[in-house]
């Protein structure tokens, strides 16, 4: 998401700089540089705002460079403005929470942890009033949560999943459509990695807001949202769909159609160039009409749907499907002991210790039918 949330406290002297030479990062360090020297001694709370600009302008230099990392001297200079502006609440409150928030944002992506850190910092002193800064900072520690180190536990996906919805509440205008979009995603990629509730539930709700996102987008946003977005939308149709299909046999032609619609998507767009995913569509609707319903799923759509949940990335749903795979003896002809158990080997593979005991329990009564 480009970083434009900020609220800006105005540099002094900043008024009589052009706008399009402030864009340009070396004449805005310039223009905060002397704001500094001119308040340095003076006010402050003025003087750490113009140090807060002069790190915004460095980091994007930093970006810029070739060579050389500026960013140590931009969180010095966050460091030092964000001592001044806590001796200087609860004036300095909106400074305070910017402060931390450009800090967060300048470790997002490199260090997840301090990323957190400075999120959770700003959090108490953002209100819902100020809807630019509290939806960056409630977005930007969802992502911190699930991005950093144990993102993948429970609790980090739970606490992640609420913010998120806290801050999607905040809708245009009040911010940009384009940031609500990419929050939209990001609760998208959330509930798809969820461990908590129902696996075809969770990809409901996935693509329920990908959807969303997709529709809200303008033409206006960064090109890699335009495919972070398509990807999520994507994977939650093949996902939700090759799930209901095989659970709700009575949905089979609403189902295929959404599992059909995400791998167009794939194919037509080249996220699947190296495999296209129609050949596995194919095997999946075929077998779905040649089952015999007394022997639903059967190992058939069972195959073709765990190549699909895989190209997709729903480890969830692989898990399961290997386990019925293991557990299979319905299918005309059976499978195998030797197939069985290396369905069963795989699903013990990609489980998580954060799955819920519905998995736990699965795989013990495949281990019983297998093991005998």
Do not use: C
């Given at each position: 998401m480009k970083r434009r949330r900020e609220h800006r406290s105005g540099a002094p002297d900043s008024a009589a700089v052009p706008d399009q030479l402030l864009e340009d990062p070396s004449y805005a360090l310039i223009v905060a540089t002397a704001a500094m020297k001119d308040t340095a001694g003076g006010d402050p709370v003025a003087h750490a705002r113009a140090q807060v600009h002069a790190a915004i302008a460095i980091n994007q230099l930093s970006?810029?460079?070739?060579?050389?990392?500026?960013?140590?001297?931009?969180?010095?200079?966050?460091?030092?403005?964000?001592?001044?502006?806590?001796?200087?609440?609860?004036?300095?409150?909106?400074?305070?929470?910017?402060?931390?928030?450009?800090?967060?944002?300048?470790?997002?992506?490199?260090?997840?942890?301090?990323?957190?850190?400075?999120?959770?910092?700003?959090?108490?002193?953002v209100r819902r009033d100020e809807p630019m800064l509290w939806v960056a900072v409630n977005e930007g520690l969802a992502a911190a949560l699930i991005k950093g180190p144990s993102g993948?536990?429970?609790?980090?996906?739970?606490?992640?999943?609420?913010?998120?919805?806290?801050?999607?509440?905040?809708?245009?205008?009040?911010?940009?459509?384009?940031?609500?979009?990419?929050?939209?995603?990001?609760?998208?990629?959330?509930?798809?990695?969820?461990?908590?509730?129902?696996?075809?539930?969770?990809?409901?709700?996935?693509?329920?807001?990908?959807g969303r996102?997709?529709?809200r987008m303008t033409r206006d946003a960064d090109s890699r949202h335009w495919t972070n977005g398509l990807v999520i939308y994507a994977r939650a149709r093949i996902a939700y769909g090759t799930t209901s299909l095989v659970h709700q046999p009575a949905w089979a032609a609403n189902a295929l159609q959404h599992v059909r619609a995400g791998v167009d998507i794939f194919d037509q767009s080249g996220?699947?160039?190296?495999?296209?995913?129609?050949?596995?569509?194919?095997?999946?609707?075929?077998?779905?009409?040649?089952?015999?319903?007394?022997?639903?799923?059967?190992?058939?759509?069972?195959?073709?749907?765990?190549?699909?949940?895989?190209?997709?990335?729903?480890?969830r749903g692989q898990v399961e499907f290997h386990i019925l795979?293991?557990?299979?003896?319905?299918?005309?002809?059976?499978?195998?002991?030797?197939?069985?158990?290396?369905?069963?080997?795989?699903?013990?593979?990609?489980?998580?210790?954060?799955?819920?005991?519905y998995v736990r329990r699965l795989l013990a009564v495949a281990h019983a039918s297998i093991d005998g």
């Open positions: 970006k810029q460079a070739s060579g050389g990392d500026l960013t140590r001297q931009a969180s010095a200079l966050l460091t030092e403005a964000t001592a001044a502006f806590e001796r200087h609440l609860p004036g300095a409150r909106v400074d305070l929470a910017n402060a931390h928030y450009l800090a967060a944002d300048m470790a997002r992506g490199t260090d997840w942890p301090r990323a957190r850190s400075h999120y959770e910092a700003a959090l108490p002193y993948d536990h429970p609790d980090a996906q739970e606490q992640s999943l609420a913010l998120y919805l806290d801050a999607l509440t905040i809708e245009p205008p009040q911010v940009p459509t384009d940031h609500w979009a990419v929050t939209a995603q990001g609760l998208a990629l959330t509930l798809a990695e969820r461990h908590q509730g129902k696996n075809i539930d969770n990809w409901a709700n996935a693509l329920r807001w990908a996102a997709m529709e996220l699947s160039a190296d495999q296209p995913l129609m050949p596995t569509y194919d095997e999946l609707a075929a077998a779905s009409t040649a089952i015999d319903p007394a022997q639903w799923p059967g190992p058939a759509v069972l195959r073709a749907g765990v190549r699909l949940l895989k190209a997709v990335s729903d480890r795979l293991a557990l299979e003896t319905a299918g005309s002809p059976p499978l195998q002991a030797a197939e069985r158990a290396g369905h069963l080997a795989e699903a013990e593979r990609l489980v998580s210790p954060y799955d819920d005991e």
